[in-house]
């Protein structure tokens, strides 16, 4: 494995960092200002288009996209993604700049990889355009959804549609205006073996009998303009070509879909750990506590110490899974992502935690970007299934694979 970043992606890397300077830091307030404010509830920055432009006019656009997606993609791989991604982490409201923010980014590789020509101009698209925001519709209120096949929406055929009846939450994004496509995972095929039951299917959003009932707060927080939601789906009604790969493909879309999703989320959160850790840096060497300062105590600099090493062992972590998932497939690698999505969130809230005990009150506040990245992967500790589940799953395939050899 060889991790030197080619000379492409090192000029990728400064544009970005440069972009970030003039654009995404000096703009960090007036967004969060934006953002929380009421009267701006469910509204988008209004600067976010015209700093999508600049992106775009840059070629700083659909970065995520990997190259096996040919014309649709910019042409990187995982590996060459994972340091821009980190990048954008630094402030995770950039990702939508560079159009390569979650759930969007899933839901055009789910219609790049699976989806028909007629469903690639219709939605893919003004996706890649950044002219729409989409959902991905999965999690349920009455089951455990970390485990994709107690799904139970039905999407059951009548005539020339499929008709929904069902319950959703936690659906992100969906409460942005400019949300217009729901990909929606449910059970068509109810006497199936159990990972062939269900289906993934195409719902514009405003079609009829799709209600959101409520936003469902993070932490006290609405996360507007996008929000996470609770959704009814009753009787809805919408072509039957509107159906994607086909009856019984939804679990092999949902796992093709999240792989590269919770990648994604564990490169952002090492950005966010690896500016957590800068800032507090700043923070110890600039502050005196009882006549010296911050910095000189043993705690503060094994703080830092112990940080460094976990960010730098879960990047090496990251760039080894993205290497796998382009060399032998995102299947031949689900051991390394399970392995980060529950190594990269939890480093980042360990960190951000220690940044904040090192600026005492400032640290709970919004003077520092740094309780936000705590609570974001806390939250992200749950997001695309909870570290139980993949140690679990990791857990058990290790015993098989180790049982399996010959014993020395």
Request: aromatic share 8%.
């Amino acid at each position: 494995m060889n991790f030197e970043h080619s000379e492409k992606v090192k000029a990728l890397i400064a544009k970005l960092e440069t972009f970030m300077d003039e654009h995404i830091y000096p703009n960090e307030e007036a967004h969060h200002d934006w953002v929380v404010d009421p009267a701006n509830l469910w509204k988008p920055w209004p600067k976010i288009e015209e700093l999508k432009a600049l992106a775009r006019k840059e070629d700083l656009w659909n970065l995520f996209l990997p190259h096996e997606y040919g014309a649709w993609s910019p042409g990187l791989t995982n590996l060459e993604y994972a340091p821009l991604a980190e990048i954008m982490g630094r402030a995770p409201w950039s990702s939508e700049v560079f159009n390569c923010a979650a759930p969007d980014t899933g839901n055009m590789e789910v219609l790049a990889k699976y989806g028909s020509p007629e469903q690639q101009q219709q939605w893919l698209k003004p996706l890649l355009a950044g002219e729409i925001r989409s959902a991905y519709v999965m999690t349920e209120p009455q089951v455990a959804s970390s485990d994709a096949t107690n799904i139970e929406l039905t999407i059951l055929r009548d005539g020339d549609d499929y008709v929904l009846n069902g319950r959703k939450w936690w659906i992100s994004g969906v409460m942005d205006p400019r949300c217009s496509l729901l990909l929606v995972m449910g059970k068509t095929l109810l006497d199936n073996p159990r990972h062939r039951q269900h289906s993934t299917i195409i719902v514009p959003a405003n079609t009829p009998g799709v209600t959101i009932v409520r936003n469902l707060t993070v932490f006290g927080s609405k996360n507007s303009p996008g929000g996470e939601a609770e959704m009814r789906f009753e009787n809805v009604r919408v072509p039957a070509g509107n159906l994607i790969l086909g009856e019984g493909r939804g679990f092999e879309i949902a796992q093709g879909r999240l792989g590269p999703g919770r990648i994604h989320h564990c490169m952002r959160s090492i950005g966010q750990a690896q500016r957590a850790l800068e800032i507090m840096a700043r923070r110890v060497e600039n502050r005196v506590a009882f006549g010296k300062k911050l910095s000189d105590q043993g705690s503060i600099r094994q703080d830092v110490a112990k940080s460094f090493c976990e960010i730098e062992m879960a990047r090496l972590l990251t760039f080894k899974a993205a290497d796998q998932m382009d060399h032998f497939g995102n299947v031949v690698a689900k051991d390394l992502i399970a392995a980060i999505k529950v190594v990269a969130p939890q480093m980042a809230q360990t960190v951000t935690d220690r940044a904040i005990q090192a600026h005492g009150g400032m640290g709970v506040s919004d003077d520092t970007v740094v309780a936000g990245f705590f609570t974001l992967n806390r939250f992200l500790r749950l997001a695309d299934g909870p570290d139980e589940v993949h140690m679990s799953q990791l857990g058990k395939q290790k015993i098989r694979e180790y049982n399996a050899m010959n014993a020395r």
